[in-house]
DNA sequence: ATGCCCTTAC
């Protein structure tokens, strides 16, 4: 039998997890575990790096029960174990807050290992980044893996600024805390920051890796931006780099949110290893081009590729239904879930339903299907259903779902402004008027729409009835032009249905001429004087005149013009758009 | 130490 240092020296090696709780056993059994704090932190080591990180838990336990004290390097470990381990793992929590006021008790918490163990495990397991942060303030040194933790952590919880005052402030940044800043902005919606971030990056020479091209490629596809997304690509293939299952399917997702599905398709097809995230990636992006069917196809043959879909890919599946009006199909999908999969339906499934319904104009059935799913109906599952009462134009079940949904949420305006949309376009104007008195008596104000377009690899924004851009002049000259234009040949009659505000006709006029897409079009065909498509990326949905208009734009003046809204894409050519007007 | 897909509406 080999001694304490053989076992320590042997544990120090070993990485599976099983022969490390064999060895485990043995020392219990021989007695030796209950004499040794060395062995307990042995053990506990080796289990924190193992693929079952939890197992070392009950060893703090044991090692309090045989009366050892922890020593500087047990707690680390420990620690790295909690942070490390599955997120349900019953009891973590305690025990990390449980090891932290021992530390503390030990006078351990303030030692470069120890306090940078618990600076991860409150920005992780805890989810108390504040005590976190004043952990790092008050430790005698800190290491850059727990500055990026952190801003990992605050960027996680939507805390931009936060996270981006920790990366100002530390001393080094490597790519890792680049890639945790890039990232960071995507994941609060910011993706023009995180090109900016990037920007900066590569302008301080730090080479970047992987992981925040990942993050860049998912900026891109966030924001439109094509051209920068085709430079990361260009990127990777001129320095060689392995497209992992990661970059691939940021570079398929990029690609279709973007509007070049074929480019996503040979990304796609070129991957050679397609997890299940990569297929609904591409079945999504095929769903949000109206391709529904190539979609379904695409589903079928990841199912016989044996790749077993999970909740999400049923999302894009369904998704692709609602799309293309596939509703006997989305039926039988949702069925299939259960039957086939066992998977259980989450709400998400059912808004998928309600919303495949609903715009369908099966707004009974889709209102039946929330009487009788499992749980409470959310703002989304309200909302879907808001949007079939809408475009089926019906003032009753609108006016029923916006009781229910403004319980849920009071301080929004979504509900307001669909139903006062609703009652617009029913000819009851009195009441949309009273609808948006009282928006204005609560306080809640309706996004505004805003569109971006990418030109020569820049982003110019138009926010509606923003008359602050530098050329605003030759926009609203340009406007002029395409309105008398679209008029004359093509017999254009503003649509102003859906227009809300108590002004005369002609506002009206400048009202709808103030869409932010309007504003992007006719700035990009000023600037651009060659037979490139246009793209825009809108926040909210195309109202019918924008979209009637861009149809018109599109013939009159020869352009393609591709519209990503806030779901979907629009490809404008030759007077029709490839949604069918049907969105 | 960091990274990919995920239902409505505004």
């Given at each position: ?5 053989g076992?320590?020296e042997?544990l120090s090696r070993?990485?599976?997890?099983r ?9 219990v059994?021989?007695g030796?575990l ?12 080796a289990?924190?790096?193992s693929?079952?990180?939890h197992?070392a838990?009950p060893?703090?336990?044991?090692l309090l ?17 909690i ?7 019953p009891?973590?929590?305690?025990l990390?807050v ?6 503390v ?16 495990v ?7 980044l ?7 303030r ?9 500055f990026?933790?952190?801003i ?7 805390r ?7 990366f100002?402030?530390m ?8 890639s ?5 902005y ?15 990056m ?6 970047p890796?992987?992981t925040?091209?990942?993050?860049v490629l998912?900026?891109c596809?966030?924001?439109g931006?094509?051209?920068q997304g ?8 001129a320095?060689?780099t392995r497209?992992?299952?990661?970059l ?10 973007c ?19 990569a ?16 979609a ?7 199912e016989s590729?044996?790749?077993?879909p999970?909740d999400?890919?049923?999302i ?7 799309h293309?009006?596939?509703v ?9 879930m ?12 059912y ?11 099966l707004l009974?059935?889709?209102k ?14 309200w ?12 003032v009753?079940?609108a006016?029923?779902?916006?009781k ?12 307001y402004?669909?139903?006062?949309n609703?009652?617009?376009?029913s000819?009851r104007?009195n ?14 104000d309706?996004?505004p ?9 820049i982003?110019?924004?138009f926010?509606v009835?923003d ?9 609203l000259?340009?406007?002029h ?5 679209i ?26 001429s103030?869409?932010s897409e ?17 793209r825009?990326v ?5 109202c ?7 149809k018109?734009?599109?013939k ?12 979907r894409?629009h ?5 029709s758009?490839s ?5």
């Amino acid at each position: 039998m080999a001694g304490a240092a053989g076992y320590v020296e042997l544990l120090s090696r070993c990485g599976e997890a099983r022969a490390i709780s064999r060895i485990q056993a043995a020392l219990v059994t021989s007695g030796r575990l209950r004499r040794s704090v060395e062995l307990h932190d042995a053990l506990i080591r080796a289990l924190s790096r193992s693929a079952r990180p939890h197992l070392a838990h009950p060893l703090y336990a044991h090692l309090l029960r045989a009366g050892l004290l922890p020593t500087p390097h047990t707690l680390p470990s420990l620690l790295k174990s909690i942070a490390l381990s599955p997120a349900a793992t019953p009891g973590a929590a305690a025990l990390a807050v449980a090891v932290h006021a021992h530390a503390v008790k030990l006078g351990l918490e303030r030692f470069l290992l120890v306090s940078n163990a618990l600076i991860r495990v409150h920005a992780g397991i805890l989810g108390r980044l504040d005590d976190g942060l004043l952990l790092l303030r008050t430790a005698s040194a800190v290491d850059a893996a727990s500055f990026n933790t952190l801003i990992t952590a605050y960027a996680r919880a939507g805390r931009a600024a936060d996270a981006r005052k920790l990366f100002d402030e530390m001393p080094a940044r490597s790519a890792v805390s680049w890639s945790a800043m890039v990232n960071g902005y995507v994941q609060a919606g910011d993706g023009r920051e995180a090109l900016e971030m990037f920007a900066q990056m590569q302008a301080e020479g730090v080479c970047p890796d992987d992981t925040v091209l990942v993050g860049v490629l998912a900026a891109c596809a966030q924001h439109g931006a094509l051209e920068q997304g085709k430079w990361v690509h260009g990127y990777l293939k001129a320095h060689g780099t392995r497209i992992t299952v990661f970059l691939g399917t940021a570079l398929v997702d990029m690609y279709a949110k973007c509007g070049e599905v074929q480019l996503a398709m040979d990304v796609f097809e070129a991957m050679k290893d397609k997890n299940v995230l990569a297929w609904t990636t591409m079945i999504k992006g095929l769903a949000i081009h109206g391709r529904g069917s190539e979609a379904l196809t695409l589903f079928s043959q990841m199912e016989s590729s044996g790749v077993r879909p999970d909740d999400i890919a049923f999302i894009g599946a369904l998704c692709a239904c609602t799309h293309a009006g596939l509703v006997d199909k989305g039926r039988e999908l949702f069925d299939s879930m259960v039957r086939k999969y066992g998977i259980k339906p989450k709400i998400e499934h059912y808004g998928c339903m309600v919303d495949l319904l609903a715009r369908n104009g099966l707004l009974g059935e889709a209102k039946e299907m929330i009487q009788k799913m499992p749980m409470k109906p959310d703002a989304l599952i309200w909302g879907a259903l808001m949007a079939g009462c809408r475009f089926h134009k019906n003032v009753e079940l609108a006016e029923y779902v916006v009781k229910h949904w403004i319980l849920l949420e009071p301080d929004k305006s979504g509900a307001y402004v669909l139903l006062a949309n609703i009652y617009a376009a029913s000819g009851r104007h009195n009441s949309a008027r009273e609808i948006r008195h009282l928006m204005r008596e609560k306080g809640v104000d309706k996004t505004p729409g805003c569109s971006t377009v990418e030109i020569r690899g820049i982003i110019h924004q138009f926010i509606v009835g923003d008359l602050s851009h530098p050329r605003i002049k030759d926009i609203l000259t340009k406007w002029h032009e395409i309105d008398s234009r679209i008029r004359l040949q093509e017999g254009y009659i503003p649509d102003k249905k859906e227009v809300l505000l108590d002004i005369e006709e002609e506002e009206k006029d400048d009202a709808l001429s103030r869409h932010s897409e309007k504003l992007a079009i006719a700035f990009a065909l000023i600037i651009t004087s060659d037979n490139m498509p246009i793209r825009i990326v809108k926040n909210l949905r195309v109202c019918h005149d924008c979209h009637h208009v861009t149809k018109l734009i599109s013939k009159v003046y020869g352009r393609e013009i591709i519209v990503r809204d806030r779901t979907r894409f629009h490809l404008f050519k030759d007077g029709s758009c490839s949604c069918k007007d049907y969105w």
